[in-house]
């Protein structure tokens, strides 16, 4: 008889991502394995198989003698529901072996609003949600990701987070858990010797006590805890791990190509942009590293098309070299090759020329503010003529498509900034009036304006955000100056972003809330299809907990933060300069011009920062 | 064009026509055999696949036609590469130098296994053939542009049944599969729609051979 998964899958929307069995997965001999890491994407297949620090970190844990690395991702709701009718217990997709089974969970945390899937999961596979249920050293829960520089409202439930870059720090923490199993520790006699690598944050270790307001009063270190725990970064990246023996989905995920990684780090410093700060410092690969790496890629995956990635492209400066040696190798072989992330330069658009990927794409830009000054607060040194020079190259070249990206709700802004998007957007179509080679089809400008959410590490981590009201009005306002039928304006509706600031910058507290929400059904919060903000709004009143306290509030520059713990080595001095330096609509040169100082300089031993 | 017969089966059933499509260019340029390209504004691959099948069916006799660009590769060569750069499930049983016109193709030979997890009820077998027996047999056919009513007597060219075991009933049939095409689902269909109480716990479906107008093995 038919088993039961097997009679499940054709019921439910695209099975084959739940099948595992790809060119590349890796299997292995149970009996040769002593630790089994279930490594969990919090989010669909689809996504989570487009994350590029999965797939590192799955290739580090299988190059491991004795490990085994499966993944996990969190079913679609079709799926789950028949999970839970049926009692299947969540499985990793190499063995098919439920998760309760493995020694250690794994999962990596890109984004706030998949907290509620980490919940989902652990629930779906059977394991106590909250770390202190679980007593036993099996199922050790630990996380990692960029989520994890603000780990608090993740505390109840994760044992253990591993701050930065895991390449090397993932192997020490899943040796000593070898050790552990092979000597039978307890899990507090484990606790207590990984709170002892580099990088590794135990938030059972820390004590957070709050004051009548609501603030923190103080965060009490116990079992001999560092005061501030440091993430791990990898030096020399020409040497460090890259897998170019990827796994090949057999079913289309949302970056459906091969990722070349070409440096790390961001020169930039726009003073909202939490990656900007936290990837820091600056570190390069060398061209004929990633050349050879690209080819590898390639030839192993059989991929169509490969795409170079980095906080900002064109600041990397092997960028002509690499890309001259890989254009001929590209075409020649039917590769597309694609280069995101370009800044507005001459290069970039002689480069889009000859990649000829913007035909398909049409030009982004994302200059964030519609005003200089504005942009001088947030520090994003992207100037109106760069944009309309770089439009007008564009349109007579024969494209007719641009796409803006902006945020409302920045600190200082006023009406006039906002009008300012309006006024940008208007000075593109003039150009395309002027310069467009090819008018038949007429322009089209897409307009996006996000809801500006604070985050930890940057210059902004103390501002508010404004209300959810406030926000909407804005956008309407910008939307009764847009007359052209050129324009498609679309802007984000608030809920979701306003829950994304409360778990940027929240504290312990918030752990009931994402339990309780979880509990009322809130999953797959990151898709429209199942985002409900009732589900949220109603545990927040269930804990009495006031998502305002850390949106609108705003945080006081003495206050201690729940994040202090965690070092991504930036200084709190560097960034309440930068702070000032906003307020006084003063631009920061980029770190390659000037070093500004931001201390994660300090991290390199071997080498010094490339910036 | 070369024409590859491969086959179907284990957990690559779910892998959909489209997702199947891409993962053949993609182990096409792993075993290093390059395809040619469409012309025009957005080249593609020349591959095709004959035929698609539904998500969860398995097969033994897909067709799949391509073009290598380049010098020209013996077809077992092609055959054994194509296999070291596929994944589990999809295989390759043949590859030949040319193929006949898919317009051609006419019948399908397939196994439908039907599933009764408190064992085959003992009406099932009398009544089942009976039902296919009859004149004509109007089933709800699924489509893009809503339901429409198919008679799928006159497609099924020939069917008998087979009790495998105590809990699985297997239909064993052949049906039009172009101009019209029946898909084998069909047929459960037609058990649910008429013979409500033989309805199957679950059932499975699998393309077993392909023929031709003539009913002799199509390549």
């Given amino acids: 008889m038919t088993e039961l998964l097997q009679r499940i899958l054709p019921t439910v929307q695209k099975p084959a991502r739940y099948i595992g069995g790809e060119y590349n997965e890796i299997i292995k001999d149970p009996a040769q394995i002593r630790v089994q890491v279930a490594f969990c994407f919090p989010d669909t297949y689809e996504i989570g198989m487009s994350n590029v620090g999965m797939r590192i970190l799955y290739g580090v844990m299988n190059e491991m003698d004795g490990v085994w690395c499966q993944r996990v991702f969190a079913p679609w709701g079709d799926m789950e529901s028949a999970m839970r009718q049926h009692n299947l217990p969540l499985w990793a997709l190499e063995s098919k072996q439920p998760v309760k089974d493995f020694d250690m969970i794994a999962f990596t945390v890109g984004y706030e609003m998949c907290y509620s899937n980490i919940l989902n999961m652990l629930d779906l596979a059977g394991i106590p949600l909250y770390a202190n249920q679980r007593t036993g050293l099996k199922n050790i829960v630990f996380a990692g990701g960029v989520c994890a520089f603000n780990p608090e409202p993740l505390a109840d439930f994760i044992d253990f987070f591993s701050l930065g870059e895991g390449e090397e720090s993932t192997v020490e923490i899943v040796s000593l858990y070898d050790r552990a199993k092979a000597e039978s520790w307890t899990k507090e006699q484990f606790l207590l010797e990984v709170s002892k690598i580099p990088g590794v944050y135990v938030p059972s270790f820390y004590r957070h006590e709050y004051k009548e307001d609501g603030t923190l009063a103080a965060i009490v270190l116990e079992n001999g805890a560092p005061k501030t725990v440091t993430k791990r970064i990898v030096e020399d990246l020409d040497n460090a791990y890259w897998p170019t023996k990827m796994i090949v989905p057999s079913t289309e995920i949302v970056h459906d190509r091969a990722n070349l990684e070409v440096f790390r780090g961001c020169i930039r410093g726009c003073r909202f942009c939490q990656a900007g700060f936290s990837c820091r410092p600056v570190r390069k690969k060398s061209p004929d590293v990633l050349y050879r790496q690209a080819v590898e890629t390639m030839v192993d995956s059989g991929h169509n098309e490969i795409t170079l990635s980095s906080l900002s492209t064109s600041d990397y400066r092997g960028l002509k070299e690499l890309t001259d040696r890989m254009i001929p190798y590209c075409e020649a072989n039917h590769i597309n090759l694609s280069v995101p992330s370009l800044r507005a330069d001459n290069f970039s658009v002689e480069l889009m020329h000859k990649l000829q990927t913007v035909r398909k794409s049409g030009l982004t830009f994302a200059p964030e503010a519609g005003t200089q000054r504005l942009r001088d607060v947030i520090n994003k040194n992207l100037s109106e003529e760069e944009i309309l020079t770089t439009c007008a190259n564009a349109f007579s070249g024969g494209w007719n498509n641009v796409k803006l990206y902006f945020m409302l709700g920045l600190p200082t802004e006023t009406d006039e900034d906002v009008l300012g998007i309006a006024e940008l957007v208007y000075k593109v179509i003039q150009t395309w009036k002027e310069k467009a080679s090819n008018k038949k089809r007429g322009l089209r400008v897409h307009v996006a304006t996000a809801y500006f959410v604070p985050k930890p590490h940057t210059p902004f981590q103390w501002e508010k955000q404004i209300t959810p009201e406030e926000y909407l009005r804005r956008c309407r306002l910008l939307k009764s100056h847009f007359y052209s039928k050129s324009i498609e304006y679309n802007y984000h509706g608030p809920d979701l972003s306003r829950l994304e600031a409360v778990f940027a910058r929240g504290d312990r507290r918030l752990g009931a809330v994402i339990a309780e929400a979880m509990k009322n059904g809130a999953r797959l919060d990151g898709w429209d299809e199942y985002f409900n903000y009732a589900k949220w709004f109603d545990a927040f009143n269930t804990c009495g907990i006031d998502p305002n306290f850390y949106t609108v509030r705003g945080y006081g520059e003495e206050e201690i933060l729940p994040w202090d713990t965690i070092d991504v080595g930036i200084s709190k001095k560097f960034l309440l300069k930068e702070r000032k330096r906003a307020y006084e609509e003063t631009a920061t040169p980029d770190c390659r011009e000037n070093c500004a100082g931001c201390g994660a300089a300090c991290l390199l031993k071997e080498v010094s920062c490339d910036a | ?219």
């Fill in chain 2, 1 to 219: 064009m070369p024409r590859a017969l491969f086959q179907k089966t284990g957990n690559a059933v779910y892998i959909s026509h489209l997702d199947l499509m891409r993962l053949f260019q993609r182990a096409f340029k792993r075993a290093g055999l390059p395809l040619t390209h469409t012309q025009g504004y957005n080249p593609r691959p020349s591959v095709s696949i004959a035929l698609p099948l539904s998500v969860g069916v398995e097969s033994h006799c897909e067709l799949l036609d391509f073009d290598l660009d380049g010098e020209s590769v013996p077809c077992e060569e092609i055959c054994d590469r194509l296999n070291s750069a596929l994944v589990d499930g999809v295989k390759v049983l043949a590859v030949y130098e040319d193929g006949i016109k898919i317009k051609h193709l006419a019948y399908l030979d397939c196994r439908i296994d039907l599933e009764y997890d408190t064992g085959i009820p003992d009406s099932a077998q009398d009544a089942i053939t009976e039902l296919f027996a009859r004149p004509s047999l109007t089933v709800e056919k699924k489509s893009k542009n809503g339901n429409t009513e198919q008679d799928i007597i006159p497609m099924i060219r020939s069917l008998r049944l087979e009790k495998q075991d105590e809990n699985n009933l297997c239909i064993f049939a052949r049906v039009c599969c172009q101009n019209p095409s029946l898909n084998p689902n069909q047929l459960v269909a037609a058990i649910a729609s008429y013979l409500p109480e033989l309805t199957p716990d679950f059932s499975k479906c699998c393309r077993l051979e392909i023929l031709d107008q003539g009913e002799t093995i199509f390549r």
